[in-house]
């Protein structure tokens, strides 16, 4: 199976190309905006690079957040847009999850900067989910914890949050998941509808203070 996984969720603009196990290409640029400009060039580049024409594509990945609002708008929109032209299936992959993909086996927190002294956070033990995807206050993670148990590895653009709390734990503070991880996932998961996942409504609001998801 081939697949291209697209990622803008975070503060990189990625593609990567996947068969069966194996990476075909990758292409990565670190960036908190500007990812509209620069994913379909990427993508038109990563396709010359490795030879492979587009409609060999089996299926389509894409991370559906959390992160920026407008970075995984811009993802989603083109993915829905090359699956609809194609007529390929469409996988949604958390950027949690896509963080997560690797692990080894203990309690690990995937955190993602939400600001305001939150996080965007889900705990695995190895690969398998603890938690749902949340967003939550810092302090209140930490109180999880406590019932819980430390965690052994942090990881995530969000780790240093929590670095100074857990000294003994492992920090693996990458700015985005790996595309090839977000492309395995979706190898292993069946295709359907696809949407944002907003675990909060946007900071930005309409003139006069108005929320525009209210």
């Given at each position: 199976?081939?697949?291209?996984?697209?990622?803008?969720?975070?503060?990189?603009c990625q593609a990567a190309l996947w068969r069966d196990g194996e990476a075909v290409g990758?292409?990565?640029e670190a960036m908190t905006r500007g990812h509209q400009e620069r994913l379909a060039p990427m993508v038109e580049a990563l396709l010359a690079d490795t030879g492979i024409d587009l409609s060999s594509v089996d299926r389509?990945?894409?991370?559906?957040?959390?992160?920026?609002?407008?970075?995984?708008?811009?993802?989603?929109?083109?993915?829905?847009?090359?699956?609809?032209?194609?007529?390929?299936?469409?996988v949604g992959v958390s950027a949690l999850e896509a963080l997560a993909h690797g692990?080894?086996?203990?309690?690990?927190?995937?955190l993602i900067d939400a600001r305001r002294d939150q996080a965007y956070w889900q705990a695995f033990n190895g690969e398998t989910a603890v938690t749902a995807p949340q967003a939550w206050a810092l302090a209140d993670i930490i109180d999880w914890t406590v019932e819980h148990g430390p965690p052994q590895r942090l990881f995530g653009p969000g780790a240093a949050l929590m670095a100074n709390r857990f000294p003994a734990a492992e920090v693996d503070a990458r700015a985005a998941?790996?595309?090839?991880?977000?492309?395995?996932?979706a190898s292993n998961r069946e295709p359907g509808a696809v949407s944002p996942l907003y675990l909060r409504t946007p900071d930005a609001k309409l003139p006069g203070g108005i929320d525009p998801f209210a």
């Open positions: 199976m081939l697949i291209l996984a697209l990622d803008t969720c975070l503060a990189a990758v292409a990565s389509i990945a894409v991370t559906i957040g959390p992160g920026s609002f407008t970075g995984l708008r811009v993802g989603l929109a083109f993915a829905k847009g090359l699956a609809l032209a194609l007529d390929k299936p469409l692990q080894a086996a203990g309690l690990g927190l995937t998941a790996d595309p090839l991880a977000i492309a395995a996932i």
